[in-house]
């Protein structure tokens, strides 16, 4: 089992990032609802979204942009 990210589409293409590998895959293989952001899981021929991991890293993004913008 290992997660990606959907880093963007390009027509027909989902660009998922593993690490430091980016990878394209058919749209049609995501599920339905599958948006740029979302955290995905890849175990054998499923492909399922993580959203309590995709809440996780939207929380430390925004962290991070506090820490940046503080006064």
Do not use: C, H, W, Y
């Not at 749209?27 to 021929?45: C, I, N, Q, Y």
Request: no cysteine.
């Amino acid at each position: 089992m290992k997660k990606g990210i959907i880093d963007r589409f390009e027509g027909d293409i989902a660009v998922i990032e593993f690490d430091d590998i980016m990878k394209d895959i058919p749209k049609s293989r995501l599920p339905k609802k599958a948006a740029v952001g979302d955290v995905l899981v890849f175990d054998g021929d499923r492909i399922t979204i993580d959203t309590n991991e995709k809440a996780k890293l939207k929380q430390e993004i925004e962290d991070l942009m506090d820490e940046l913008f503080e006064d």
